[in-house]
Structures are given as structure tokens and as C-alpha cells.
């Protein structure tokens, strides 16, 4: 006999009614990882697209599958301790355009991704990726972002840097 | 902090974290708790350098505390919190790896395998000097 099952209103969110929750604090964080590309290199429109080959698009393609379903929110209990974090789907999504090879990469969100409430908010529980309908995995895009982050403080990233841009 | 402004009116529910909810969360706790063990031991280890200091007799009374059975048993205890620290810490390690080629098993069995080979070094090594 299969046990029973609760049906609930996500964790950690404010409840509107029934199930119904009020996802603004996310939407805002998601916002605050600005999710977007931000090109290294301008291109007018007479130049075309941006292109980029399958072994670059799978540095980033994993993790650009989020649906936003906030069930890593609901399972993560730092966010249930401290609202303030940026929490996995928003960190994930920043990692997403920092591995992207048409974006300028870590620099351009680094103020984020090194606060407290950014990557070392985290400590790592994981089970945000054991929930995770679409295997977007947002442990493994935090945890190896905490790496970034404590390069940035002494100051190897900007020593690596120049080699980076080179390649 | 954003442009969306919530919601007026909500209910939030009273904020407990349940750290027994579920086995990947006991699992967690289970992880972060045995390093309490290992601090434990590196105590340990920073008063046997602290009596070195203060001479052989301290030294030697060091280790005379060490052989007692309520000692030895503590020892016991640390180490099967330091085997259980290594063997889940191995297995999240590929998540904390940049992204590569390499499969996340291999690189927990290869943690585990430099992990048991550096053991049997320091037991070769203390069985040897003993």
C-alpha cells in the first residue's frame, strides 16, 4: 500500500490562500542575477547572430533548463533560515550566463555571487538537486561557484583572467 | 530589493526548519556532525604538542591518559565518525568540481582510494615506529 500524501503549500513562501503561495521574493532574486547576456563583444545586427559551438552551448545548457517550479526553495532549509539567500534556481540561473562563452562571465555578477547571501549562503545541504524536475542540478552549479568566489578574494581570478580572454 | 512588490496581505507559516524530514537531510546532518568529531580530535592532538612542550614526564603522562579505556573508546568513536566524515564527503565531492568529462563516481572512488591509501601510510608509519 502506497503511504499517504500530503498536499501542501510550498515551504519557506509566504501562503496567499489554499495553496496558493507569493513568489515576489524569488522573482526579485531572479532579476538580481541579471539573467541575461551580456556580450563581450557588441554586435550590430549586419554582423548576425552570436554563434557558439555544441561543446560551448553544453558548458551552460543544463542549467538553462530551469521552469522556475520553486521546489528547490521549498527544500532547501537555508532559505527556510534565512530568507535573505539567493537560494539554487537563482544562483543556478547566474551560473548559467557566467559559463555561457558569449557573456563576459564571472565579473559581471561577481558583487552577487561573492555576498553573503549569494554562494556561501549555501552550505551546502543539496537536496535542492535531488528535487529538481529537470535535473538543472543547482548544487553543483553553487558549489563549484564557491571556488570562483574564493579565487575572486585572493585575487587569483584576476591573475587568470588575461588567459581566459585569450582563448 | 527588485521591481515586483508582494503580495499585501499573507499568512506565513511558523518558521521551523525540520532537519529530521528527510533521509537526504538527516544524511546532511549525519555529515555535518562528525566534524565535530574530528575538531574533537585535533584537540586532542594540540594538547599532546602542548605537554611535548612542557617535557617528557607531561609527555609521558599524555599518553599514559590516552591508553585509559574510557580514552580508547572515545578514539573508537572518533574514528568511525572520521570513516563515515570521508566516505560521505567523497561521495558530494564531484558537485563541488568544476564541470568536466569525468564521471562523479570516478572521482568518489578516487577520493576514497587516496583517502584508504594515506591510512594505511600513517598506520604503516605508527606501526612501524611503535
Redesign the interface.
Known amino acids: 500500500m502506497p503511504g499517504p500524501i500530503r498536499v501542501e503549500p510550498l515551504d519557506h513562501f509566504p501562503i496567499v490562500h489554499d495553496l496558493v503561495i507569493d513568489q515576489t521574493d524569488f522573482l526579485n532574486k531572479l532579476e538580481g542575477v541579471k539573467p541575461w547576456l551580456m556580450p563581450k563583444t557588441e554586435r550590430s545586427l549586419a554582423e548576425g547572430p552570436y554563434r557558439q559551438t555544441p561543446a560551448q552551448m553544453d558548458k551552460y545548457h543544463a542549467y538553462s533548463q530551469c521552469i522556475n517550479c520553486l521546489l528547490c526553495y521549498a527544500a532547501c532549509p537555508q532559505y527556510g533560515l534565512k530568507p535573505d539567500f539567493t537560494g539554487p534556481a537563482a544562483l543556478a540561473l547566474m551560473h548559467r550566463y557566467n559559463a555561457d562563452s558569449r557573456d563576459i562571465g564571472w565579473e559581471g555578477r561577481s558583487e552577487l555571487a561573492n555576498a553573503d547571501a549569494g554562494v556561501w549562503g549555501c552550505t551546502f545541504v543539496g537536496v535542492c538537486s535531488e528535487v529538481c524536475p529537470q535535473a538543472v542540478d543547482p548544487a553543483h552549479a553553487i558549489n563549484q561557484n564557491k571556488a570562483n568566489s574564493a579565487m575572486d578574494f585572493f585575487g587569483v581570478r584576476k591573475l587568470l583572467a588575461p588567459r581566459e580572454g585569450a582563448k | ?7 499585501a ?5 511558523p ?1 521551523k ?1 525540520d ?1 529530521m524530514r ?1 533521509p ?2 538527516i544524511r ?1 546532518m549525519a555529515r ?1 556532525l562528525t566534524s565535530v568529531f574530528l575538531i574533537a580530535y585535533a584537540l586532542v592532538l594540540l594538547v599532546g604538542l602542548w605537554r611535548l612542550s612542557q617535557g617528557e614526564a607531561a609527555f609521558d603522562a599524555w599518553r599514559a591518559a590516552l591508553a585509559s579505556p574510557l580514552s580508547i573508546l572515545c578514539h573508537l568513536a572518533i574514528l568511525a565518525a572520521a570513516v563515515y566524515h570521508t566516505i560521505s564527503w567523497f561521495e ?1 565531492m ?6 568536466s568529462n569525468i564521471p562523479p563516481a570516478k572521482i568518489t572512488r578516487g577520493g576514497w582510494a587516496v583517502a584508504a591509501a594515506a591510512s594505511l601510510l600513517v598506520l604503516v608509519v605508527a606501526v612501524g615506529g611503535a
Request: hydrophobic residues 25%.
Open positions: 530589493m527588485g521591481r515586483h512588490q508582494p503580495v496581505k499573507t499568512y506565513r507559516r518558521a526548519v532537519w528527510n537526504h537531510r546532511y555535518e558530494v564531484p558537485k563541488t568540481m568544476p564541470d
